[in-house]
């Protein structure tokens, strides 16, 4: 597996560096050499952000934590991939078309999510509008999301709330 390990507002120090490849070493097992992972640290005022990043076959799988100390964190990032994984075990299997997912234990510790429990379907009318007016109405309906038609390029479009109070948008684009 690649690791990128990258220190925002800090200097990340090789005893982390060798810490995040040993973790990292339980997430390889799964994919095994061609995934690539990219560990973030960020040192805020009362603790550490680690964001890990794994990407396999056009799959994306994250995780942020905050804790006290870098590797404290980390371990929760991990912890956090592994759940992940297993939460989503078949469907990961079929889409990958792999046997590398066999090393998985079937006794995880997180329920196997066998089908999606959709309870509301909902139609929603576009227009076009900017991204400023996309995130007054999700304002104003008091929502984490809002979905829109981009009046500068006509994609179809989402504006989000972020984890540190900005803003974030999703803009389509065909791979």
Same mark, same amino acid.
């Given at each position: 597996?690649?690791? +990128?390990?990258?220190? $925002?507002?800090?200097?990340?120090?090789?005893? !982390?560096?060798?810490?995040? &490849?040993?973790?990292?070493?339980?997430?390889?097992? %799964? !994919?095994?050499?061609?995934? &690539? /992972?990219?560990?973030?640290?960020?040192?805020?005022?009362? @603790?550490?952000?680690?964001?890990?990043?794994?990407? @396999?076959?056009?799959?994306? !799988?994250? #995780?942020?934590?905050?804790?006290?100390?870098?590797?404290?964190?980390? *371990?929760?990032?991990? *912890?956090?991939?592994?759940?992940?994984?297993?939460? =989503?075990?078949?469907?990961?299997?079929?889409?990958?078309? /792999? #046997?590398? %997912? *066999?090393?998985?234990?079937?006794?995880?510790?997180?329920?196997?999510? +066998?089908? !999606?429990?959709?309870?509301?379907?909902?139609?929603?009318?576009? $227009?076009?509008?900017?991204?400023?007016?996309?995130?007054?109405?999700?304002?104003?309906?008091?929502?984490? %999301?809002?979905? %829109?038609? =981009?009046?500068?390029?006509?994609?179809?479009?989402?504006? @989000?709330?972020?984890? *540190?109070?900005?803003?974030?948008?999703?803009?389509?684009?065909?791979?």
């Amino acid at each position: 597996m690649k690791i +990128t390990i990258i220190g $925002r507002k800090c200097t990340i120090r090789d005893s !982390f560096k060798e810490h995040a &490849e040993k973790k990292l070493k339980k997430i390889e097992r %799964f !994919f095994g050499d061609s995934a &690539e /992972a990219k560990v973030t640290a960020t040192v805020e005022k009362n @603790y550490q952000v680690v964001e890990v990043t794994v990407m @396999y076959n056009n799959m994306v !799988f994250r #995780a942020e934590e905050r804790a006290e100390n870098m590797n404290e964190a980390l *371990d929760l990032c991990v *912890d956090s991939l592994i759940r992940q994984i297993r939460k =989503n075990k078949t469907r990961i299997e079929k889409r990958m078309k /792999a #046997a590398s %997912f *066999d090393v998985l234990p079937l006794d995880a510790d997180e329920p196997e999510e +066998t089908e !999606f429990d959709l309870v509301r379907t909902k139609k929603v009318e576009l $227009r076009p509008e900017t991204v400023e007016e996309a995130i007054l109405k999700m304002n104003l309906v008091g929502h984490m %999301f809002y979905m %829109f038609c =981009n009046a500068e390029n006509g994609k179809v479009c989402v504006v @989000y709330v972020r984890k *540190d109070g900005g803003y974030g948008l999703i803009e389509p684009e065909i791979g």
